[in-house]
């Protein structure tokens, strides 16, 4: 299995433009995850999915960030209008909801800069 | 609330000494996971140790061991023989039974030759 895929793994995008990130989630897992991750906060949490159903997005920073899954093997984050206060490190996670901790997989990151 | 505290942003060992590096976390829930999780420089997140609250044997994974202590809530991880390859930000965290992770905000760590 190749693990959790996010592409891209570098984005530079200047500030008000829409930037769309992507995640593949491991076959067979039916919870997905979106994460953030700057100096300032560490790792937040920022939506979760269960069996593509979106159960948590109170850790979305604001209405310019939305989330989609819209099958089972594929995620994305939209930031439309970016600002230079979004540039972070974003991290999708997969697992499967029952196995707790099991399996729990993290992608290797989006590093997105916002000029 | 669920709350991590890591309160070593930065520390240093001597390559081949033992380096604990401390965590405490809150939470109102009697089940739950914790874990230390390893960033390197290519930030892939990489699990180092867990430990089901259930459990009161102390995880161990190889070099790696814990201090659970669930009374005091706290969750120290103890690196024996340290190697350069340890070096890396170290981040503490907790899961609920709903696979919410909650993270500390990391430890530095510096592996000296």
């Known amino acids: 299995d190749a693990g959790v895929i996010q592409s891209p793994r570098h984005e530079v995008t200047e500030m008000g433009q829409e930037v769309t990130l992507r995640c593949k989630p491991i076959?067979?897992?039916?919870?997905l995850f979106w994460y953030r991750q700057t100096m300032m906060r560490g790792l937040e949490l920022l939506i979760y999915?269960?069996?593509?159903?979106?159960?948590?997005d109170s850790g979305m920073p604001e209405d310019r960030f939305s989330a989609k899954m819209p099958n089972a093997s594929f995620s994305t984050l939209k930031i439309q209008p970016s600002e230079p206060r979004d540039s972070a490190v974003y991290f999708c996670?997969?697992?499967?909801?029952?196995?707790?901790?099991?399996?729990?997989?993290f992608g290797s990151g989006t590093r997105l800069t916002v000029v | 609330a669920q709350t991590v505290t890591q309160s070593q942003p930065e520390m240093s060992v001597q390559e081949a000494e033992t380096v604990t590096l401390s965590c405490t976390y809150d939470?109102?829930?009697?089940?739950?996971?914790l874990f230390w999780y390893k960033q390197p420089p290519s930030r892939q997140m990489i699990l180092v140790i867990r430990?089901?609250?259930?459990?009161?044997q102390n995880a161990t994974e190889n070099r790696f061991s814990v201090n659970f202590q669930k009374a005091a809530k706290s969750f120290s991880l103890k690196i024996s023989d340290s190697q350069l390859g340890d070096t890396a930000m170290y981040f503490c965290?907790?899961?609920?039974?709903?696979?919410?992770?909650?993270f500390g905000t990391g430890t530095s760590l510096t592996v000296i030759p």
């Open positions: 996670a997969s697992s499967f909801m029952g196995q707790g901790p099991y399996g729990y997989t």
């Open positions: 076959s067979g897992h039916n919870s």
């Open positions: 965290a907790f899961m609920t039974a709903g696979n919410q992770f909650y």
């Open positions: 430990q089901e609250a259930y459990k009161q």
């Open positions: 999915f269960n069996n593509n159903v979106p159960i948590d």
């Open positions: 939470t109102s829930e009697s089940n739950y996971y």
